[in-house]
């Protein structure tokens, strides 16, 4: 079983939708997680944190249940520069992040 | 903001010969990693480095593989007889502590290595 899986896409959406992202992980000793974002051809970079209690940066909305070892990512009114590559990402004890194999978005006018 | 920064940014080589992959990480950072994409696959953890030795390495990370930081600013990433899987992006990573917090990896824009 993949640490961390992922659905790989693509979602093709209307510029406006809202869109959702599942991960689930397999070590139930990860710490902490995260979701970075990928461009194509580019290295990752942190979009945000994922904490248990649910946390929003704007448009993005980033939901954490330890029980189902389950992260979600919601971005609301998707923007055509939303499009790219979502990394998640889990981060456990003293290993090194692992990441999923990513989930394209494409955002369509 | 201060980056990673790698070079080259594309690095052509033929099967046997040695690459060295150059990296400069974020100044005041202690951690320092590598990690590779092969194309259209997903980004998979080489190395991490703290304190002048390796902390971790994966299964990837073989002998033909290694990392030195041979002066305060520079981390490099030899392989010593390159194969045609080696072909990927390779990505320098650092980061101020182990990963945790709200910035846990800053990412270099990579090296592209292609071996012929």
């Known amino acids: 079983r993949k640490e961390v899986e992922q659905d790989p896409g693509p979602f093709n959406v209307p510029e406006g939708a809202t869109v959702a992202f599942n991960c689930t992980y397999s070590?139930?000793?990860?710490?902490?997680f995260f979701w970075y974002r990928q461009d194509c051809r580019k290295e990752p970079k942190l979009l945000m944190s994922?904490?248990?209690s649910g946390n929003e940066d704007g448009r993005f909305t980033a939901q954490l249940n330890r029980a189902s070892q389950y992260i979600s990512l919601l971005i609301r009114d998707s923007k055509l520069s939303d499009s790219a590559t979502y990394l998640c990402?889990?981060?456990?004890?003293?290993?090194?992040?692992?990441f999923g194999s990513g989930t394209r978005l494409q955002v369509q006018p | 903001e201060p980056e990673v920064t790698q070079t080259p940014s594309h690095q052509v080589t033929q099967m046997g010969q040695e690459v060295i992959l150059r990296c400069v990480p974020i100044?005041?950072?202690?951690?320092f990693y590598w990690y590779r994409q092969i194309l259209g696959q997903k980004v998979e953890f080489l190395v991490s480095?703290?304190?002048?030795?390796?902390?971790?390495k994966s299964e990837i990370f073989d002998d033909q593989f290694s990392v030195e930081r041979p002066d305060g600013s520079n981390f490099t990433l030899k392989i010593r007889s390159t194969k045609l899987e080696d072909s990927a992006m390779y990505f320098c990573?650092?980061?101020?502590?182990?990963?945790?917090?709200?910035?846990?990896?800053?990412f270099g824009n990579g090296t592209r290595l292609t071996v012929t």
């Open positions: 100044s005041n950072h202690l951690y």
């Open positions: 990573a650092s980061s101020p502590d182990r990963g945790l917090g709200n910035s846990p990896l800053h």
């Open positions: 480095f703290y304190n002048n030795e390796i902390s971790e």
């Open positions: 990402v889990a981060h456990t004890g003293r290993r090194a992040l692992t």
């Open positions: 994922v904490y248990s």
């Open positions: 070590n139930s000793a990860s710490q902490s």
